[in-house]
Every structure is written in structure tokens, then in C-alpha cells.
DNA sequence: CGGTCCCTTGATATTCATCAATATCAGTGG
DNA sequence: CCACTGATATTGATGAATATCAAGGGACCG
């Protein structure tokens, strides 16, 4: 809510806000939806402040009010296992939805953290089945939506099942590449948001072992890390084995 | 068609079959519809001749038409990684719907084999997405059954991605002992229609591992295993193991 | 400048996969 | 009814992948 006291800042805040211009439209919620349709479901969106690095959308247990879009920045999801160690179920980037596996028990099976300063778009489930009774098409890119991350689970099932260590790492790196490139970022470069600890946790294995691949990968020639940065040098070699053929292979990826 | 001659007879196998009578309309699609709308439903949904063991729902890359209610048997779903090797994604038992992972692309991601004499009830999806149209309920009871997926797909995850060998399987009994309990049968014996081959390819593990652990778990007296049927004598040790600590743990579980 | 957190690297231990041999079972045909 | 076949399951011996333990290095923050 700075400068409120103008209204024409106002406006072009609201617009830079609004699904109809929000360059992630075509990936999130709106996607197939007229534009009318889109005014009425912009029209019950709460924005919110941006969160800080390590603030949680929500926690674990809370109640079931809304789904979340990501507008920036990312987020990982998690659960808590019996013993008290931390699971975590994905890495979310701009333009994913989660808290999709509440509505079920009307109460969130994971917790979501902001892994950076990240802005997000609050949905009122209510309000939205309400318009999904009107608009059939919102309800249809819902089912859409938690479909594709039906699949999204179903890879990373076999991944954990299966697939080595470095295949494992390939597979998540080419994940977030292609992810980042559906958003117009660069598929070969980037930051990563989560810490070693996070990835270790995602994948399964223990944090010296993703450490020791960053390093066999990066005498490989295969990437060039630091730090958080990373620089896909062979993409190609990198998909190979993470398992992904080709880009016609699977539709949607999920890490 | 048995029977097409003689009206009444078809009426008593079509009350038989109907969703409004059938036992699993608590766990199935019909959930928390009104009568009338439950007939509607219905009325869309075809009826098949039950698929003998080893033969398909449907295959993987199939074009996507229908979802596919389990009314008697068992199913696994599996998809198969670009080495040709095939992975299992579930075990599914009767009041389960499969199939809606091929939403989002209009295409199977994985295939649907009987584990043994099944039938089941396919639900043309434009048929049903119509009438979803015209009964809000039906709709989310969609998004509950999806949003329940997913719940046991962050499950299966944190098994895979953190769980021990032992861990893996105790989890895979309990929950398959859960859900023969909530469908009415005895949560402590019952029939594995799966292989071990099939158990060790859906935990991750090797079938050698999977029958060491099926000796080892008779021989500490938790189990008594023959072939294909299974006691459960240390339900609740099992479940420790399995790190389900009580039966408030997890309102869902699948396998 | 010191402290803390996160990451890296090396040495060792453990779990589970793999290889191989044998056993069991279901079905088939003699 | 019994021997034969192939599929499936069990059991043992070995090895490889990865976890765990331990120590040191860097980066960020006050």
C-alpha cells in the first residue's frame, strides 16, 4: 500500500497485478478462461505482502482456507514424519498452485517456507468453487491442474524408486531448467533457491552426497557451480541422465 | 447381457450394480450426492464384464476417455521409465478411481493391469464433466478424490525418499490392511494379489530383499505369510514399524 | 574480527542390490 | 498319476552404492 494517496500509481499497480496481465497466466489458474471469467476470478484474488525468505505460507495442520499461487520467488512444501524429521514433497516455482492436497481433510497435510523473498496470489477456495459452479472452465483447469501434478508425483516416484544418485540430482537440475525456461528464464543458468540440505532432503540422499555430485558433475564439465549459482554446461549430457529422452518425453515436470 | 430376455432379472442385476446400492459408494465417486443426482451419475456409467488377472483397464499413452472406478479385484498402475523398465504407482482396490492422472494431457502417463479377476465401472469423463456442470457436489467430490491422491502420493514420497527397507514393507501391509478394513474385510488377513515381484518394484527395493523380509518378519513373529495370504499378528508393532503411530495419524493412506 | 551456519572432502560403516543356486508351485502333456 | 516345464519365490555369498562419522574450509553477519 505505498503510494496510496495517488490513485493513477494505484491503477498501474492493479494492473501490473491482475491475472489478465500477469505473465504467468498462461501456467496458472486462469489459463482457457475467457477474459470476463478471468475479471471474476481476479476479483476474489487477495494479494499479499511479499514474504520473507524462510516465512511460511502456511503451516502444517492449518486450516484449509485457500490455495496459494506463486506470482514470484519460490517455495518448498514439506511434511513432518512421525519422527520428527522433515520431508520435503516439492519446490515450487512462479506460477504452480499448491495447498491443492488439503481439500481433501480441509487442513494442510504440508507446510509451505518461502526458500527466498517470494510474493504470492491468495485464492479463497470457497469463493472459487463458487465461481467454478458458474464458470465450468475454472472448474476444469483445476481438475487440470491437480492432474498434471498427479503426474508430476507419479515421476518423482520413480525417481526416488529407481534412479541413482546422479541421476537423481540430473533429473531435478533438468526439472528446474525446463521450468525455469516455460517462464522465460534462462534454462542453462540460475539460482538456486533451496540449500544443499533441502535438495539432499527432496532427493533422498544425504547431504555429502549431493555435495560430492555437484563436485564429480562440475569435474565432468557437465555444470559449473557457486554457491547458489548454477551454470548448465551440458544440457544434453544432463538429460540424458536424468532419463529425459528427449523434450517431447513428458509433458509437465515437477521437482 | 446374460439375461436381456426376462425384465425382471435385469432389474435385479441393475439395482445390483447401481452406484446408489453398491457398498462402496461411501469411498467412491457418489459420496455426499444427493439421491437424485447419484441416479444421474449413474446413468452415464458403463458397466464391464470383469477383466480376467493380467489383462488391462488401460494402457499406457492410451487417449484419455474415461476414468475407471474398481468395483471387485485389484489393480496396480505402473509407468515405464525410458530403460523399459516398468514402475508401479499403486495398488489400487475396489471404491478407488484411476485414471486421473491423464487429465491434464488427454493421455494415460501410466497403464492399468488386473492383479486378478476384477470389474470395474468406466466413467465417460465429457459425460461426467457435463453433468459435474449441472451438480456443484459432484465437482468436489472430484477435487476431494484428487486432492486425496495427492495426500498419498506426499506419503508414498516420504516413504521412498526416507524410509529403511523393513520400514518400507511394514508401511505397504498396514496400509493395504487399512484400506481392507475400511472396505469391510478383516484388516488382519487377507489375500496379496500382487507378486513379489510387484511389492519390490512399487517400495524401491529388490525381490530378493522384499522375501528376506517376509522370513524375517514370520521369524520375529509379526507375520505369517503363505504364498499369497497374509497374517497380520503384530498389527500394532507393524505399525510402528511402518511409522504409523495411531490410527489418527493420517486420515488417507494408499499403497 | 569472531562466530555461526552451510558446505565440502575424506575415511569408514551399513544397507541393500546383485549374482547364483535351489525350492516351490501351477499348469501341461505323457 | 506322474514327470516335465516355466514362472515365481526363497536363501546364501559377495560387492557396490550411499549413509554416517569426523574434520576442515568459506561465506555471511553482526
Not at 533457491?193 to 555437484?214: C, K, P, Q, W
Not at 555444470?223 to 509433458?251: N, T
Request: hydrophobic share 40%; with cysteine; aromatic share 6%.
Amino acid at each position: 500500500m505505498t503510494n496510496s494517496s495517488n490513485g493513477k500509481v494505484i491503477d498501474i499497480a492493479s494492473v501490473k497485478l491482475a491475472c489478465s496481465s500477469c505473465s504467468l497466466h498462461q501456467l496458472c489458474l486462469p489459463m482457457g478462461i475467457g477474459l470476463d471469467d478471468v475479471e471474476r476470478l481476479d476479483a476474489i484474488i487477495k494479494r499479499r505482502r511479499p514474504l520473507a525468505r524462510g516465512s511460511y505460507v502456511f503451516h502444517l495442520g492449518d486450516t484449509f482456507r485457500s490455495l496459494y499461487a506463486i506470482r514470484s520467488g519460490s517455495v518448498k512444501t514439506y511434511t513432518i514424519t512421525e519422527d520428527g524429521s522433515e520431508q520435503i514433497t516439492g519446490f515450487h516455482l512462479p506460477g504452480e498452485l499448491i495447498g491443492l492436497d488439503a481439500i481433501n481433510s480441509n487442513q494442510h497435510p504440508c507446510g509451505a517456507k518461502a526458500l527466498e523473498t517470494t510474493s504470492i496470489c491468495e485464492i479463497p477456495f470457497e469463493r472459487m468453487e463458487e465461481l467454478a459452479a458458474a464458470v465450468p472452465a475454472l472448474g476444469r483447469q483445476m481438475l487440470r491442474i491437480m492432474s498434471r501434478e498427479l503426474n508430476s508425483d507419479g515421476e518423482l516416484l520413480t525417481l526416488l524408486g529407481k534412479k541413482s544418485a546422479d541421476e537423481r540430482l540430473a533429473a531435478l537440475l533438468i526439472s528446474l531448467s525446463m521450468r525455469f525456461q516455460e517462464r522465460g528464464f534462462s534454462p542453462r543458468e540460475f539460482h538456486l533457491s533451496m540449500s544443499r540440505n533441502d535438495i539432499g532432503n527432496y532427493l533422498g540422499l544425504a547431504i555429502e552426497t549431493v555435495s560430492r555430485l555437484f563436485s564429480r558433475f562440475q569435474q565432468q564439465g557437465l555444470i559449473c557451480v557457486q554457491s547458489k549459482y548454477i551454470h548448465l554446461k551440458e544440457l544434453h549430457q544432463l538429460r540424458e541422465l536424468a532419463g529425459f529422452s528427449g523434450p517431447d518425453d513428458i509433458p509437465q515436470a515437477r521437482a
